[in-house]
């Protein structure tokens, strides 16, 4: 920690939420460091004013020497500076500050082949956050794990009643528990909350977590990235309900099928192939190509692309998933 009165030097990251949709499964590109420590980070890079006039520009150009990956779709999520975020020796005397970015790309053989020359690799962010995957259900780590921890976290101190009525309150809201609904774009609130409560590993490694023999939940990931993860997640989420953001996801033309399972993998949900049809044909996002796939394993399906034309129609033209 910087002792008081002392400067510290303030440096300017950039970190990367980089989402590509690969068999069906959302994907994080994540990065190994040549150490000891396993846990995955986020492609990062720091913000060289003398070469690049936009945090933007720095991070394309960075994303592209280290990986040779073009990105496509790009968004400024958060600034990230809360002090002891890295955890790095000798960090005294500095403080590093990250300006996180969701990145929508899509990949193919080539791209992976470079990413794995560059120490980087794709991970399911289901990995990272497996309480959010509700496309088969839901999922029994949530009532196997999470929950009884929550219960015995929102109990609290005896005499702690008035404390423990508002943790009550933030576990069923985060969770949707009693009355109130899962909402799926609460990603980061149910982070914030595991962390807050030491189910993650980054709370024990933070010093944050009370009881460090709870168990640890989904894959740690290095400094705050997790939390940064989560953050992109949500963002994404609602994203897609308010813009064609989805296409850029998906290759030029595509089956309704595909169309429908990158969907579901970003929100996490199941849906109903019919009512996601019907959606999509009331939004206007796509138009025939006049072209069929024939490899479905049945009858050939028609193939479509995004109607550009939506952009000029419509202020606000996306795919308004419902919640659960």
């Given amino acids: 920690m910087p002792v008081e009165g002392q400067p510290v030097t303030v440096e300017i990251g950039l970190n990367a939420v980089i989402v590509a949709v690969v068999n069906r499964s959302p994907r994080i590109l994540a990065a190994s460091e040549a150490d000891a420590d396993t846990r995955d980070s986020l492609p990062f890079g720091p913000f060289d004013p003398a070469h690049h006039r936009t945090f933007e520009a720095n ?11 073009k990105l496509g779709y790009i968004e400024q999520l958060y600034t990230f500076g809360d002090r002891g975020r890295q955890r790095l020796p000798g960090e005294e005397g500095k403080h590093m500050v990250s300006v996180g970015y969701l990145a ?47 219960a015995r976290w929102e109990a609290g101190l005896p005499g702690d009643e008035k404390s423990a009525v508002q943790r009550r309150s933030r576990v069923r809201l985060a969770f949707g528990l009693d009355d109130f609904p899962w ?23 933070d010093g944050h977590c009370r009881n460090p023999d709870n168990p640890a939940i989904g894959l740690a990931m290095r400094h705050d990235h997790r939390r940064i993860v989560a953050t992109a997640v949500a963002r994404l989420r609602g994203k897609i309900k308010y813009r064609p953001v989805v296409f850029e996801l998906m290759p030029p033309a595509f089956t309704l099928t595909d169309l429908q399972a990158t969907v579901e993998a970003i929100s996490g949900r199941h849906l109903h192939k019919q009512n996601f049809r019907r959606l999509v044909e009331g939004a206007e996002l796509v138009e ?35 919640g659960r």
């Fill in 183 to 205: 909402d799926e774009e609460r990603v980061l609130e149910r982070y914030e909350l595991l962390y807050e409560v030491g189910l993650v590993r980054e709370a024990v490694i």
């Fill in 104 to 150: 929508l790309t899509r990949t193919d053989a080539e791209d992976n082949e470079r990413l794995a020359e560059a120490g980087a690799h794709w991970r399911d962010w289901y990995g990272y956050l497996p309480w959010e995957d509700w496309r088969q259900g839901r999922p029994a780590i949530l009532d196997q794990t999470i929950l009884p921890a929550l």
């Fill in 59 to 69: 991070l394309r150009a960075h994303v592209e020497k280290q990986t040779a990956l």
């Fill in 288 to 322: 025939p190509t006049g072209e069929t796939l024939s490899s479905t394993g049945g009858r050939p399906a028609a193939l479509f692309r995004f109607r550009r034309q939506i952009l000029d129609e419509r202020p606000a033209p996306g795919l308004k998933v419902g």
